[in-house]
């Protein structure tokens, strides 16, 4: 077990703010390289900023990518496997840009990725070598099959190649952005028989990778919606907590261990909403209870396309950080 004391940042603040900033959510889904990089290019990093400290966020955890392999970052490991032309990695490098404006302002920077492969991508997919994990992990190979090298598949639960490609790509951006990104919340991990082996690549390669570039990096591995706030590994260091509907109340800062947190979304589901969809002050108590005991919350909220919150949702950010100040 790591020392605790390295999520005392997010106890500390005790909220922020999550951002799905994604190709689909943003620009829909006919998305391509040319309009991405005008889209990254024209992100407020500094108008982002401001509101975050106007409405109290201790931090903003982002999305670096997901299911549609755009991504807001350079990753040379990513174009030099996957090789797609032109890339879909932004040349503007939109975590670096956010650490340089939230860090004067006080104002943590946590990121986003799945565990797998961009699963609408079927040329990452394959360069990754990357198959869903219900016919990898549960359709149990036979006695003696899966051992190291073996190719990708069913008869390979652990999909070593895909493993040790994808620790390379997030290896690369943990050092490039170094001490300026504080944790990690990797998404998807609903198969952890692949990462449950002595050998490498396995949860320690795995947290290896994403604290290359920060040893004090924090991580949390998202099982899917667990209102106990399942822990997957002694190598975690915060519950990642997805819920939708049902909200586990917060009575110490501790659970299973590691630092407790709950991730939910103001809009109708993440990264989408016109309006947020609580009608009395429910996330406002909810936060101030958490804040009390020690816990963090994170309230997923739609991103426009220059990256700034919609005046709906950033007024009810504002009455949250009030009540968690209160």
Known sequence: MRDPSVTDFLS???????????APVVGGDEMTPAQWQRLVAGVDVDGLADQLVECGAGYLCITLGQNSGYYLSPNETYDAVVGHRPSRCAERDLVA?????????GTHLLVYLPSGAPDRDERAMQALGWRNG?????????????????????????LEGFQRKWEAVIAEWSQRWGEGVRGWWFDGCYFPEMYEH????????FCAAARAGNPDAIVAFNPGVMVDLMVLTEQQDYAAGEISDQFPPCTRRWIHGVQWHVLSYLGDTWG????PRFADDFPERYTRQAVEKGGAVSWDVPPCPDGLIDNAFLDRLRSIGVAART
């Not at 840009?97 to 302002?105: F, K, N, V, Y």
């Not at 190979?141 to 652990?158: H, K, L, V």
Request: no cysteine; hydrophobic share 35%; aromatic share 8%.
């Open 12 to 22: 500390e603040a005790g909220w922020g703010v999550f951002l799905h900033y994604l």
């Open 97 to 105: 840009d956010l650490r340089a404006a939230l860090a004067p302002r």
């Open 134 to 158: 219900t016919q990898a992990i549960h359709q149990r190979p036979p006695r003696g099959a899966g051992e190291d090298g073996r190719p990708w598949g069913i008869d390979n639960p652990r």
């Open 198 to 205: 002595p050998l490498a690549p396995n949860w320690s390669s």
């Open 272 to 275: 989408h909403g016109e309006a």
